[in-house]
């Protein structure tokens, strides 16, 4: 029987067998090696039942790396990228998900088989035995269970307890590229919160945002998803392509890069593979929270959650109660539905909001810095959010390659806090050379 699972789920399958001993033991015990569509992951499965048939234990750290030192058969050159794959990411976000639909899966496929059984013995007149057939698949599936079990052996477990107090006492956020900012608010965005930069139009909120993705993947090796709601996906890849690569925005585009840049891009990004997602939503106008869980929960069935997620961004959020028309509502609702998610789905969000437009030449004066109180037509986000902070530059900064960033607010209180940073349009980087603190942060305003 051929699973109706794509590639993506039989590899979180297997992913999920590395790191989790019980869960291996159950699906060795129910998972056929003919569920596995693709041949090459029939075969690494194959590879995982002759490791336990001969150890009795799942395989150990790079388990694929181990057990194929005990392999002769030369099929492993030829499901080398497989391999690799699997090997690649040796954790599985969504754990529960995949257990539940892998359940399901397998008790349908016994449920099957004893039918086809049953209704041959029927049909030969061997009522009794067919009965018996399909009493016995019901106490199989019965016994067809991932559950994590909540279980300890205390003592042999202490390296295992000591590494997960570590882990625990560990700051878990992602660094902005601002040590102050990043000292002020403990480490960073931290998973759950939801952070958001103001500016006016053209003044680097895409920048800014690609920026964090950026820090997350080298810094971190965090897996990013950057959800764009209007402008064009791969001008966003040739952003990262810039950052990574460290040569200009037009040198990518033109696919101008030397053969060592290339070599040295290639080997980076083999090991961040299926570590960033770009998902472009601009085809609809009414794209709503609604259709970014539904991208995260596809992306979970291909063993992919992103920890930290770029929302580019959530002034264009829709809300999803019918029959609201008024703008401030849409983002509104957008805003608060994009907080619930970040704080069920336990992933940082970094988006932007588009500041009122200038009534007078001041934005273009080096004194004026943005604060909530410029936020276009629904101040209440203010409240909902986080954190939140401004970007600014002058016509005059921007040609410099400077940035000033300011930081009203993190959680209840304020930070207030003014640095001026590098912004080097040519190349998409915005934070990597710090300047320094402006000691004169702009007076608290109010919305009128």
Known sequence: MASPFDAGFQRAVLRLMMVDEQFCVAALRWIDPGFFTVEALGWIYRIFQAYWRDYSRMCPDNPLRGALRFVTDNRASYYQQEIEQVIARGTVPEADWVRDQLADFCRRAEFAVAHRDAAALFNDGKVTEAYDVMAKAQDRIREIVFDTIDRQWFFEELRDRQAARGFD??????????????????????????????????????????????????????????????????????????????????????????????????????????????????DDWNVNMTHVRAEVKELAAHGFKPRLMNLDYVDLMRSRSPGVESEQQHQLDGCRDLVRFAEQEEIAVHTAWQAQRPKNPAANDTKHVLTSASIADCYAKSRIVTAYGSLNATDEEMRAGQMRIFWEAHRDSEIRKLWLVANDLSRSRMIEMVYGTIEEPPPTAVPS
């Open 169 to 282: 006492d560990a700051a878990p956020g992602f660094a902005t590229g601002i040590p102050e900012l990043d000292h002020a608010t403990s480490g960073g965005i931290q998973p759950g919160e939801v952070w958001a930069v103001l500016a006016y139009q053209k003044r680097g909120k895409t920048t800014w945002l690609v920026n964090q993705g950026f820090n997350a993947l080298r810094m971190h090796g965090a897996p990013v998803l950057h959800v764009l709601l209007e402008g064009n996906g791969a001008k966003i890849a040739a952003r990262y392509d810039s950052l990574f690569s460290n040569a200009t925005y037009s040198e990518v585009k033109r696919g101008n890069l030397s053969p060592q840049s290339v070599g040295l891009l290639y080997e980076e990004y083999a090991r961040m593979r299926r570590l960033l997602v770009i998902r472009t939503m601009n």
